[in-house]
């Protein structure tokens, strides 16, 4: 099996075609903005192959996500700003550099955290020698800048914990966040009590933010955590709506004991 990219000319190839001449006049309607949607469906759909497992809905799903990169990458060129040369020859240079313990004179990078902690610096030296100097006097970004505030929330808090984490600002062990967890429970009990939906709102969000955090020191994903919990109370409920079916009613006419022998069974059955 011959995987060195070469095929990649390929796909740019077809790429090219439907948006010649003589090719599809939906792809040629396309701008950057109009496949806004497509790139962040194609993201979601090659999360979901992951979660699944199997190997041939992930090839597929990674496709269609490459296809999105080089279809973007097409309509740059025609604006005459890059092309897929271009990124490929970006992203590569890009890890080179940021791994010079890799690709570099430097020591081997220890663990994971110690990795990750250099790219960060490493980064942030670069976007600091890169900085246009009229630039310099306005608010950058920081450390944290460059998290998507469109991610959703749960990917975003992990990424933003992981970002300060590199920049030293994180908790020791898991045992401090599992505290930290513990504190912001009680206030937001203590909001519920007020009655006051702002401040519950707010309580809320930093339990939240403190539950992902703890997610992240204990090396689990909270976003795909999450996930899978709503696979597995969607799987049981929909055992339980199946069986209410069965016996001539429905879910909303069962009484609490009713209902929560259902569930058990459902949890059972798996």
């Known amino acids: 099996m011959n995987d060195d990219g070469a095929s990649l000319a390929r796909l740019v190839d077809v790429m090219r075609a439907l948006l010649g001449p003589e090719g599809c006049p939906w ?14 469906e194609e993201a979601h759909e090659v999360v979901e192959a992951i979660d699944g497992g199997e190997p041939e809905p992930l090839r597929e799903e ?32 890009k890890m080179v550099r940021r791994h010079p313990w890799v690709f570099g004179d430097e020591k081997p990078s220890g663990g994971g955290a110690e990795a990750l902690a250099r790219w960060e610096a490493q980064k942030s030296k670069e976007k600091k ?43 020791p062990d898991s045992g401090g966040v599992r505290l930290k967890v513990d504190e912001e429970l009680a206030e937001l009990d203590e909001a519920v009590a007020s009655g006051v939906t702002e401040r519950i709102e707010h ?7 403190a539950l992902a955090s703890y997610g992240r020191k204990l090396g689990v994903d909270p976003e795909a955590a999450l996930r899978r919990a709503l696979d597995r109370f969607s799987t049981r409920f ?12 429905e879910l909303r006419a069962l009484d609490p004991e009713a209902l929560d022998r259902l569930w058990q069974e459902a949890k059972r059955d798996g």
Do not use: C, M, N
């Open 62 to 93: 990674l496709g269609d996500l490459l296809f999105q990169v080089v279809f973007l990458s097409e309509l740059a060129a025609q604006k005459r700003w890059f092309g897929i040369d271009d990124v490929v020859r970006g992203i590569a240079e």
């Open 129 to 171: 020698s890169a900085a246009d100097p009229a630039d310099q006097g306005k608010k950058s970004r920081g450390a944290l800048g460059g998290v998507p505030a469109s991610l959703p929330a749960l990917l975003r808090a992990w990424r933003v914990g992981e970002k300060a984490a590199a920049h030293g600002y994180d908790w």
């Open 238 to 249: 929909r055992h339980a709506e199946l069986a209410a079916e069965a016996a001539g009613t």
């Open 27 to 40: 792809d040629k309607e396309q701008t950057l903005e109009t496949l806004r949607p497509y790139v962040v």
């Open 203 to 209: 309580e809320l969000g930093d339990l939240l933010f």
